[in-house]
């Protein structure tokens, strides 16, 4: 697998902001982001290194390592499921670098229960976090975006949105796949909605999933990734390269695609070969689409 990303710098001059930015996929997406040139805000819960009980990684970890390849960041503590706290995320954004002009909703909850066994707060806070966060967080960068005449949005899905099918079943399933699959789905369906309302306005809003698992510290603990570097796995910094591509791509090219990391890296000449669901692997049907 050779990945190669054209030009250099895509995002000289513009300012992200990316959720769920202290460790895994948007971590390696907010470094990716300033080494192409942008401004990152980095957005999560956690901010310092031990604060979350169970896994590595914080929002300071981060911005350091961007700082120290010579990149500027800011790190913002925010719960992505609170409007009030989505829209203080944009308004430090905004004080601190002037405009938003990338929005990466990457934040995302996940619960291992079968449905029967779910408490029902769980399920709404999982809505709250994967869905509800990314509406408010892109109806505040819209106005600007619109205004302006350009932006982009891009959406973190998942392989979990690709349900089942019928029966009959071989066995019970991954336990917690109903609940992330459907708030999953729900981002896909909001994704070309929100595309079609906006194209006029040179805004693109995309979405997309690995087209392999992604090991990162949230799979490893999990038990779905054997390790960091488990060879099984896509490597991280593909799947973040196909999010950078779909946030620098015209948005003629790009807005309401709902896709897979490695179908996309490769139908843009910026992978050799790619594997995994796009290829010999179907889709969602919003993928299809």
């Avoid at 992505?80 to 002009?101: N, P, Q, T, W």
């Avoid at 194209?199 to 960091?228: F, I, K």
Wanted: with cysteine; hydrophobic share 40%; aromatic share 6%.
């Amino acid at each position: 697998m050779e990945l190669t990303v054209p030009g250099e710098r895509r995002l000289e001059g513009k300012v992200a902001v990316v959720t769920g930015a202290s460790r895994g996929i948007g971590r390696e997406v907010a470094v990716l982001f300033a080494e192409q040139g942008a401004k990152v805000v980095c957005a999560a819960r956690t901010v310092a290194e031990g604060d979350h009980r169970m896994l590595s990684g914080s929002l300071q970890s981060t911005v350091a390592a961007i700082e120290s390849a010579g990149g500027e960041g800011l790190a913002v503590q925010v719960d992505v499921s609170d409007e009030d706290d989505c829209m203080r995320l944009l308004d430090e954004a905004r004080a601190a670098f002037g405009r938003v002009d990338v929005l990466v909703n990457n934040a995302a909850l996940s619960y291992f229960i079968p449905v029967v066994d779910f408490p029902t707060s769980r399920w709404i806070r999982a809505f709250a976090v994967n869905v509800h966060g990314s509406f408010m967080l892109s109806k505040g960068v819209l106005p600007e975006m619109i205004e302006r005449g350009s932006g982009s949005i891009v959406n973190l899905s998942s392989m979990g949105a690709v349900g089942p099918g019928r029966a009959p079943y071989e066995s019970a399933g991954l336990m917690g796949a109903t609940m992330y699959g459907a708030t999953k789905a729900a981002l896909e369906r909001f994704t070309q909605g929100l595309a079609e309302e906006v194209y006029a306005n040179g805004v693109s809003v995309t979405c997309v999933s690995p087209s392999v698992g992604v090991p990162t510290e949230g799979t490893v603990y999990h038990g779905l990734s054997e390790s960091l570097d488990d060879p099984r796995g896509e490597p991280i910094r593909v799947m973040a390269s196909s999010i950078l591509l779909l946030a620098t791509e015209p948005v003629q090219a790009i807005s309401g695609r709902v896709t897979y990391s490695q179908q996309v890296l490769e139908e843009f000449g910026w992978l050799d070969e790619g594997s995994g669901y796009g290829f010999e692997i179907g889709g969602s049907g919003y993928s299809e689409i």
